[in-house]
């Protein structure tokens, strides 16, 4: 069956520190995979996707980055967290249908 | 640019009510509009989805209707269950890539 793990559950991190957080898609191959955000009490937010490995693309400019160094691996950075950049994380993964999985979510707080 | 406008922000229903959340686009482009249900604390899980090409879509006590040409749809929850008590996103998607742009999200509250 198709699952999608994404990790750590919850992490407090300080400001100016850096951010790697890690999703994993099993049981389906060359997903489509996204990146998005949600901050307290407000809608989703597109931060970038990837159609395959090595291909990124951002929808919005930001202190964070993503790679993509495996077909079912999609990792989210940063170099130096801000303040602003506090919000639940969730990974998603869809392929060739019009439906997508969300993982579970990463809780951030940057204090 | 809000391409996808959701309406109510909140809403409250008694037990056995009807939920009627409402959602408009401007991009023609969409093909895909799938409903979301989120718990606190979790990711989306899909819902129901409808293609355009269809005015409603029933599943179980779910509905979609879409007016295609008023470039609206809306989620229609029967028989409101205090388990239903989420908050519901609806969502668009087009391009290749099949990227969902999503409404800004209701807060349902079904009262026992």
């Known amino acids: 069956s198709q699952t999608i793990h994404q990790w750590p559950a919850t992490l407090v991190q300080p400001v100016g520190s850096p951010l790697s957080l890690e999703c994993t898609v099993e049981g389906t191959s060359n997903p489509n995979l996204y990146w998005y955000r949600q901050a307290a009490g407000r809608g989703l937010q597109l931060l970038f996707y990837?159609?395959?490995?090595?291909?990124i693309s951002s929808e919005v400019p930001q202190n964070l980055s993503a790679s993509r160094p495996q077909d079912r691996q999609f990792i989210l950075s940063s170099k130096k967290l801000l303040l602003s950049d506090s919000g639940f994380y969730l990974c998603a993964w869809t392929v060739g249908s019009y439906g997508y999985t969300f993982g579970s979510g990463t809780r951030l707080t940057v204090v | 640019q809000q391409q996808v406008k959701q309406s109510p922000q909140s809403l409250i229903v008694q037990k056995g009510g009807i939920s009627i959340i409402n959602c408009a686009y401007e991009?023609?482009?969409?093909?895909?509009f799938p409903w979301y249900q989120q718990f606190p604390g979790k990711g989306p899980a899909l819902l129901i989805a409808?293609?355009?090409?269809?005015s409603e879509k029933k599943e179980g006590r779910f509905t979609i209707s879409f007016n295609k040409s008023a470039k609206q749809f809306s989620l229609h929850i029967m028989d409101s269950q205090p388990g239903d008590s989420a908050t519901y996103f609806c969502?668009?998607?087009?391009?290749?890539?099949?990227?969902?742009?999503f409404g800004s999200g209701t807060q349902l509250t079904v009262l026992p």
């Open positions: 409808i293609r355009p090409d269809v």
């Open positions: 969502a668009a998607t087009s391009g290749s890539a099949r990227q969902l742009t």
């Open positions: 990837s159609v395959g490995i090595g291909q």
């Open positions: 991009n023609t482009a969409f093909d895909y």
